[in-house]
């Protein structure tokens, strides 16, 4: 048993289960990793090829700049989202409409639309590259607040909200799979903490600075701030943001990740021989000239139509599953609590202003600012330990020890925030309570992400479609129906709620690590596996 990880009697190292470190395990010996690639004493997984065109060898000086550059982007698109909230009673007031039918429009189907095209960008990214779906994303969105600066109706908004859901899908679903183009798995954690980070902060300070914009400019004047942000954008994305896919076998292709696709069976010690790859190191480094090209004809041979179906038969793998529940559930209740945080603190006896409801993010940008990167390094460094302690051998289920810290934040983060709202207790409670839940946010998120990341990294992409379809589809019900539900039941009982479903969907994190080695397992031996 490795750390409280059952071992598996069919494969001795399923897809996700790789060597780290210099101890030696049972299955290993010192001559079948004596000739693999190393950062120190930690052999490299995947094993990069010798060319100078192979992502993994870039300078840490290119890579960290791209990854801010996606992160920093995606979390602008992000906030998109929910920047809109605290003029939410605004918007209903002005066009007459009623709030749940405001946020449905305003801020759920803007997320709903999101997760429907993942489908289609994350399948032609698979074949296309990255690269065009980034700058275009980019480009629609600049367009799509410009729309929203003007938009003098209801209708016009909503149909621009939707339109900028569209455009968000790039940013918000390839930047993780491009983390996975770009580093090793033991660099992965930080990086997607940064992204992280983008993302919380993106949540909760564009609701800051947007209360501050309605309350002096009007709804119009939050889309004119963000026009301007993409303006700065483009150009870095254009520019910087290089293609990332390395369509090339790396002839480590056996190795990659300790396994030959996403779904492969064990490595052979034979094998471990031939991790270094063939590729010639004097293979000419592509001019920058031609890395700026959006277009460069078919990257892969996959069916596009097949690509945009692939994510509903990954629902069937138990990694996906979990970490769609988790990830879907703790972004779900962090947006609801941002709506419904307006209705509770505009009416007595909080009777806040958009600007003032604005500044109860404050806290909680705070707290993401400081949890996210500190996750992040706990996302490498735990499971690092860990591996040496477990005869070199690292297990994705390590990333799960995260979510020890998340589950009574967010438990008790929501049925504190219910209880003072109920009783009227003073604002400060409410935040602290709040506050709490957002501390829980990274933790879950990097335990999640990085988990389906270790165990399918192949497919990364339409893995992570389905968590963000599922993710949007909770929202939009959530921002629908979460007026009403409030009006119905009270803070109290509904917060109440919220903390015990969050509860029950995390717990399943303690079946998946204990079984989740022979999950991979039996889904590596699967037929029906290997044929999506």
Known sequence: MGIGVLQDRYLDRPPGTSKLGEEQGPSFDTASTSDLKRDGNIILVPQPSDSPNDPLNWSMVQKNSIMLILAFSSGVTTSLGPMISPGLVLISQQFKVNPDTVSTFMVGSILLFTGVVTFFTASGANIWGKRPFFVISTVLLLVSNVWGTFADS?????????????????????????????????QRGFRLSLWGVMLGTGVLLGQIISGFIIQSLGISGTFAISALIFCLILPLMYFVVVETTYPKPRNAGQANEGRPDSRGSSIDIKDLKDLKGDDPANEPKESYKSQLRLFRGRLSNESFWKGVAKPFPLVCFPAVIFSTLVYASFFCWLLMIGVLSVSIFSAPPYNLNPAQIGLTNIPLAIAALIFSPISGW???????????????????????VLMAIAIPLSTAGFIGFGMATSKGLSLTWCLVWITMHSIAVPFASQASISYVIDCHTKDANQAFVTINFVKALLSFIATTMGNGLLARYGPRDLFMGIAFLNLGISLLTIPSYIYGKRLRSWVARSDWAKKI
């Open 154 to 186: 209801f209708p016009s908004l909503a149909a621009m909200r939707i339109f900028q859901g569209i455009a968000s899908a790039p940013l918000e679903t390839l930047v993780t799979s491009t983390v996975s183009d770009l580093f090793f798995v033991h």
């Open 378 to 400: 706990m996302a490498d460094a735990i499971p690092v330990w860990m591996a040496k302690r477990n005869g070199g051998i690292f297990e994705p289920e390590f990333r799960l």
